[in-house]
């Protein structure tokens, strides 16, 4: 069977040896006679798909003993809200770095739960460039400076994380945890929806400093405290027991593939396939992003014209390639090459492109 030529944003491909493992414990996972999906989330092979999954993240990450593992529905959006629920103190700000709709999304939300506040902005730009984040230091009074990583829509990430701050940083990687190692004890919190690096859509991973947990205040609702969900490991309620297996699948095969560094690797050579291409094209197809703020993850470009955008397109279909129309709001192309997408596909990708602008 052909597999899809995959450059979906999200959700998107699932490396083919989890598909494979998946279909072959589908009917009876490790001898209980069921799927993952028919066992009670109490039980001892759930429970241990739950502690090795996290397990796998702590090693995968090198996540200290410091930080609480959390796996959360509601997606990424929900810390949208989430996180100025527990992390925004009384009389503090929540700083926001706008980098993107994501950004703008997330501090819509944290407007209605406190004081939140703009530090930097690439919005003039058309998001083409990640914003200098300068003078940290009048960043006083702030609970917490929110990034959004790597900017899924735009196809922008942050190559210099902001350090020496003197409050807590927080990440919405999303769309690009586990794309290259990361210093953890950079940050106070991380979040990410599972379903471009790390799994299906379903689970949502965050990762937070266990002294923050003393901001969440008594009167929040249970599900929205991350406290209820760090006391339970992840089991207070019902989780989402399929995504959490196929996330600890898709964590297996990271590892045995020579984690973050192996993956930084693969990505890096993905991602320079398409933007010399590019960069070689004489305008032909022109990158959105700047050059210092270009994405891993999401290559973003444009051609000249729509009619000549559009025979890109429908040609790139009648090969198999999928995905590669650009985010509604902006237009154009982009091509997502999250970590599951093998450089077989990348390749062919980069050599289409080729043809057609030889043609
Ligand atoms: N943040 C980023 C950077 C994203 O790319 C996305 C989804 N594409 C979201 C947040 C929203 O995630 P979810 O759909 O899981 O709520």
């Given at each position: 069977m052909k597999r899809a030529l995959n450059f979906n944003a999200g959700p998107t491909a699932l490396p083919e040896a989890v598909l494979k493992i998946a279909?072959?414990?589908?009917?009876?996972?490790?001898?209980?006679?069921?799927?993952?999906?028919?066992?009670?989330?109490?039980?001892?092979?759930?429970?241990?798909?739950?502690?090795?999954?996290?397990?796998?993240?702590?090693?995968?990450?090198?996540?200290?003993?410091?930080?609480?593992?959390?796996?959360?529905?509601?997606?990424?959006?929900?810390?949208?809200?989430?996180?100025?629920?527990?992390?925004?103190?009384?009389?503090?700000?929540?700083?926001?770095?706008?980098?993107?709709?994501?950004?703008?999304?997330?501090?819509?939300?944290?407007?209605?739960?406190?004081?939140?506040?703009?530090?930097?902005?690439?919005?003039?730009?058309?998001?083409?460039?990640?914003?200098?984040?300068?003078?940290?230091?009048?960043?006083?009074?702030?609970?917490?400076?929110?990034?959004?990583?790597?900017?899924?829509?735009?196809?922008?990430?942050?190559?210099?994380?902001?350090?020496?701050?003197?409050?807590?940083?927080?990440?919405?990687?999303?769309?690009?945890?586990?794309?290259?190692?990361?210093?953890?004890?950079?940050?106070?919190?991380?979040?990410?929806?599972?379903?471009?690096?790390?799994?299906?859509?379903?689970?949502?991973?965050?990762?937070?400093?266990k002294d923050l947990l003393e901001r969440s205040k008594d009167s929040l609702p249970s599900m929205l405290d991350y406290r209820t969900h760090a006391k339970n490991d992840s089991l207070y309620n019902t989780p989402p027991t399929l995504a959490v297996y196929l996330l600890k699948l898709v964590l297996e095969w990271a590892d045995s593939i020579g984690g973050a560094e192996a993956l930084e690797t693969m990505n890096k050579q993905k991602a320079a396939l398409l933007y010399n291409e590019i960069d070689e094209s004489n305008g032909f197809y022109s990158g959105h992003a700047e050059v210092s703020s270009r994405s891993l993850m999401n290559v973003t470009f444009t051609l000249n014209s729509k009619e000549l955008t559009d025979a890109f397109l429908s040609e790139a279909k009648e090969l198999g390639f999928t995905g590669l129309n650009g985010h509604r709001s902006v237009g154009g192309c982009r091509a997502s090459i999250y970590n599951a997408v093998p450089l077989e596909h990348v390749e062919k990708l980069a050599q289409f492109m080729k043809d057609f602008r030889t043609r």
């Open positions: 279909e072959k414990e589908w009917l009876n996972y490790k001898g209980t006679g069921m799927n993952v999906m028919e066992m009670s989330h109490r039980s001892k092979p759930y429970e241990e798909i739950n502690t090795q999954a996290q397990a796998l993240l702590r090693k995968l990450l090198n996540i200290s003993d410091d930080y609480e593992i959390l796996f959360l529905q509601g997606g990424a959006s929900l810390q949208f809200t989430m996180l100025p629920m527990n992390l925004l103190e009384e009389g503090k700000k929540g700083y926001y770095a706008l980098t993107g709709s994501w950004s703008e999304k997330a501090l819509k939300e944290a407007k209605k739960i406190g004081d939140a506040e703009v530090v930097a902005s690439g919005k003039d730009n058309n998001y083409t460039t990640i914003p200098k984040l300068t003078d940290l230091d009048s960043l006083e009074n702030g609970s917490y400076l929110h990034i959004t990583s790597n900017n899924t829509i735009y196809g922008t990430q942050w190559n210099d994380i902001p350090s020496n701050l003197n409050l807590p940083l927080v990440a919405d990687m999303s769309s690009d945890i586990l794309c290259r190692p990361i210093d953890v004890n950079s940050y106070g919190l991380i979040y990410a929806g599972a379903q471009k690096n790390l799994g299906p859509s379903g689970v949502t991973v965050v990762i937070l400093k």
